[in-house]
């Protein structure tokens, strides 16, 4: 019998920015790029909890502990790792008496397809054919307005409570994680995010910025950019995938 491939993730390009902010002392954001495993991940501490920075450096010190795996099992040992994460975290928030947590989203490709694991409101997107799309879904107080019907997506970033979040790692007794399949084209670009982004740039201004970039790089750099011009009042972290050849 055939042994399953460990490392099919040959066909990605990848761009990554990771900047403090102009507002934090502390980037308490913090990601995994890992093709060897097919894992990408971004993980943002809760802003305002102590010791942030030591959630999403657990999050994402976990997920590089990880060994090589089969597709079949890559999403699974993705939660496993997750779980062990929640908790090292509630630990640490035992031990000081203070809520620790973080968001986490995680992209596992395998094969043709891959599979979104998620946390909180750091998002996952899908640009194709110049078509933006979320693939991820918030959870925080403001979208759960939203899906009640109480206020307009286009409100949501100035109400009061837009940064509140209902679901983070390390922050209830049990960790609830969401996730999502989907099937890869050739071409699709992705991109893995900290609010720290999307708090200062519309959709609208995100896909603009990545269909008008002649690369990865490029277009890493109008994002970065754009956040600081606007005074990248929170962390920005940023992953870019683009699938050469699914």
């Known amino acids: 019998m055939e042994t399953p491939a460990l490392n099919a993730c040959t066909g990605w390009e990848t761009a990554i920015r990771c900047h403090p902010g102009l507002q934090r002392e502390v980037n308490e954001d913090a990601y995994i790029a890992r093709p060897d495993l097919c894992l990408w991940a971004v993980a943002d501490g809760m802003g305002g909890h102590a010791r942030g920075d030591y959630a999403s450096r657990s999050i994402v010190e976990a997920l590089d502990a990880l060994p090589a ?101 390390g922050m209830d007794e049990s960790l609830q994680i969401d996730r999502r399949r989907f099937e890869i084209a050739s071409g699709d670009l992705f991109l893995l995010c900290s609010d720290g982004l999307t708090r200062e740039l519309a959709d609208e201004e995100l896909a603009a910025m990545l269909s008008g970039s002649p690369s990865l790089e490029s277009a890493a750099d109008r994002l970065l950019e754009a956040v600081l011009a606007r005074g990248a009042h929170d962390n920005v972290t940023l992953i870019l995938l683009r699938c050469c050849d699914p």
Not at 85 to 100: F, L
């Open 69 to 169: 795996t089969p597709e079949p099992d890559r999403a699974e040992r993705v939660i496993a790792a997750l779980q062990a994460a929640h908790h090292r975290i509630q630990e640490k928030s035992r031990e000081i008496h203070e809520p620790v947590g973080s968001t986490v989203v995680a992209f596992v490709a395998m094969g043709g397809a891959a599979e979104a694991l998620w946390v909180g409101d750091s998002r996952l997107y899908r640009l194709r054919e110049g078509v933006l799309e979320q693939l991820s879904h918030d959870h925080s107080m403001v979208q759960e307005w939203i899906d009640q019907g109480m206020v307009r997506p286009e409100e949501a970033e100035q109400l009061p409570n837009a940064n509140v979040i209902t679901r983070a790692v």
